[in-house]
T-cell receptor, first 114, second 114 residues
Framework: AQSVTQPDIHITVSEGASLELRCNYS??????LFWYVQSPGQGLQLLLK??????LVQGIKGFEAEFKRSQSSFNLRKPSVHWSDAAEYFC????????????FGSGTRLSIRP | EAGVTQFPSHSVIEKGQTVTLRCDPI?????LYWYRRVMGKEIKFLLH????????ESGMPNNRFLAERTGGTYSTLKVQPAELEDSGVYFC????????????FGQGTRLTVV
């Protein structure tokens, strides 16, 4: 079955440090892939998406993600995190059998150390 | 432009009671989706409306859940009677396109059944 896996439940990084959140997908064809963020009290906000083409995707708030087919990965990165980046991050993909269903990873909670 | 709005933001009810969640999609979005995140688990698809019709309700957990979208505008999700395992965060999303690639999410309703 199609799945999206986020191996890290909780990550803590220092403010100003770099960040990489991991995401792996299981899927035969090239998937569409998303990263969403949920800040406290907010809804899910789309950070970036990959459909095809350039494998390095730029998103909002200074985030980027790289699609690597050989590793079945779509990791999210940011060169320098800010305290406001503390949130929960979700990797996701539209369902292969039904694109209207988004399949989410279990989420990674990011804490920022002052 | 207003985003997807969900009411209430929080609800605490006793087991056996009825709760109705409401979602107001972005104006003009024919597609409306409900998702749910049970504590510690993935965000999972519940159902998809296209206008007032249920396009896909394969994710609805059981017949205690009833979703409606009369007139193709706002939607309600009723849980009757509520059980402890229904606790979680219920998200609504809307989009102009039928696939999941351009969905905008609301802030969610946190439901606690005690």
């Amino acid at each position: 079955a199609q799945s999206v896996t986020q191996p890290d439940i909780h990550i803590t990084v220092s403010e100003g440090a770099s960040l990489e959140l991991r995401c792996n997908y299981s899927y035969g064809a090239t998937p569409y892939l998303f990263w969403y963020v949920q800040s406290p009290g907010q809804g899910l906000q789309l950070l970036l998406k990959y459909f095809s083409g350039d494998t390095l995707v730029q998103g909002i708030k200074g985030f980027e993600a790289e699609f690597k087919r050989s590793q079945s990965s779509f990791n999210l990165r940011k060169p320098s995190v800010h305290w406001s980046d503390a949130a929960e991050y979700f990797c996701a993909s539209p369902g292969y059998s039904s694109a209207s269903k988004i399949i989410f990873g279990s989420g990674t909670r990011l804490s920022i150390r002052p | 432009e207003a985003g997807v709005t969900q009411f209430p933001s929080h609800s605490v009810i006793e087991k056996g009671q009825t709760v109705t969640l409401r979602c107001d999609p972005i104006s003009g979005h024919d597609n409306l989706y409900w998702y749910r995140r049970v504590m510690g688990k993935e965000i999972k698809f519940l159902l998809h409306f296209v206008k007032e019709s249920k396009q896909d309700e394969s994710g609805m957990p059981n017949n205690r859940f009833l979703a409606e979208r009369t007139g193709g505008t706002y939607s309600t999700l009723k849980v009757q009677p509520a059980e402890l395992e229904d606790s979680g965060v219920y998200f609504c999303a809307s989009s102009q396109v039928e696939d999941g690639t351009e969905a905008f999410f609301g802030q969610g309703t946190r439901l606690t059944v005690v």
